[in-house]
């Protein structure tokens, strides 16, 4: 098996007819054996991305490596690489068995070997029971899990999977995100995986690449992306809720510095303070999550938000608070002790720690 290591060096892709590419200038390394999550908004360019690597869209300009491999002009079937689809893609005239051994029938491998590598797949993803079944016989997890089998059985170098779980109810995700996962591990191969779900990102890869208008905005671990953002972009779509954004000025007052949001003057604390020095007497944005406030035995004159509480939403242990600060709608995650928040004024503590901080004009971070 060749080192499935992939690397894209100033690659474009620019569709026939279009004025601007979908994907301008990626420089992009993957490496062997990584689970590596693409994510984004619909027309981020995930999708365009995964298949240039596929071999399903041809590269406009620059070059794509597997390995120390050019594959700018392999064919897919030459790539080593196995695909799942969104839409499982399943033939249904066939029963399981025979829909996971399609591929290896095309390449005309020995019958035995066909025949043991299905099992070994379907013992993997618990469809012994099912392979003389048809997919109208299946639900949508077992549909999946016959795709995944379906690509698993060919061996592949790379595995790319384009929103496999994006058909599934929210109780099946949960369960295909942990067998995705558990898969990865007993393959030991490169994973590429496309979602604009933050969460299977958050919770399924070794690295995430957010991406935007086809750009990378930033590539690194789940954990590096939620607490250091690099942009108000990444900081806004990874996270659940997302960040709250709040409009403030940094003013100096003896020798401390505020964030300062109407009435409500936020001490910064020192170790964010030389980040944030020259910004004295300007506006900044900044993001608070909505996990990043504290309990009211933790309320001090430097960290006192009052605001207004609209509405409470129980999410079984926790409860989100939608309030409003000086005409600004935030979410507000606590606990769920004890009886349910009342609607009226509140005053909240803030984690300033916590307290991410972006410049207006660029929305480039400035301090963490």
């Not at 597997?66 to 700018?72: A, K, Q």
Request: charged residues 25%.
């Amino acid at each position: 098996m060749i080192m499935a290591s992939i690397r894209f060096e100033n690659v474009t892709k620019t569709y026939e007819g279009a004025t601007s590419p979908v994907v301008p200038n990626l420089n992009l390394e993957i490496k062997d054996k990584e689970f590596i999550i693409l994510v984004g908004p619909s027309g981020c360019g995930k999708s365009t991305t995964l298949r240039m690597i596929a071999g399903l869209e041809s590269i406009t300009e620059g070059e794509m490596y597997i390995g120390d491999r050019l594959m700018n002009k392999v064919p897919s079937k030459d790539r080593d690489i196995a695909m799942v689809f969104q839409n499982y893609a399943l033939y249904p005239h066939m029963n399981v068995y025979k829909n996971i051994a399609f591929g290896l029938k095309l390449r005309k491998e020995d019958p035995a070997e066909i025949d043991k590598r299905v099992h070994e797949a379907a013992k993997i993803l618990d469809l012994e029971h099912l392979l003389t079944r048809k997919p109208k016989e299946l639900s949508g997890g077992q549909r999946q899990r016959v795709a995944l089998g379906r690509a698993m059985v060919r061996n592949p170098a790379v595995f790319l999977l384009d929103e496999p779980l994006s058909n599934l109810d929210a109780k099946l995700r949960a369960s295909m995100r942990t067998e995705i996962a558990k898969l990865h591990q007993r393959l030991n191969i490169t994973f590429v995986y496309v979602t604009h779900d933050q969460t299977e990102a958050m919770t399924m890869g070794d690295r995430i690449v957010v991406m935007k208008d086809g750009i990378v905005q930033q590539f690194d671990t789940p954990q590096t992306l939620y607490e250091q953002p690099v942009n108000l972009f990444v900081a806004g779509f990874i996270g659940s809720p997302q960040m709250n954004f709040l409009d403030v000025e940094i003013a100096k007052e003896g020798g401390r510095l505020y964030a300062v949001l109407g009435k409500n003057k936020l001490a910064v604390p020192e170790f964010k303070c030389d980040a944030l020095a020259k910004y004295a007497g300007k506006r900044v944005i900044m993001g608070l999550r909505p996990e990043d406030f504290l309990g009211q035995n933790m309320l001090t004159e430097d960290n006192a938000m009052d605001a207004e509480m609209n509405f409470s939403e129980l999410l079984g242990a926790d409860y989100n608070l939608y309030m409003t600060v000086s005409d600004i709608r935030i979410i507000v995650k606590i606990p769920a002790a004890g009886k349910q928040p009342e609607r009226g004024a509140y005053r909240i503590a803030a984690n300033m720690d916590h307290a991410h901080f972006f410049d207006k004009e660029t929305e480039k971070a400035i301090c963490h």
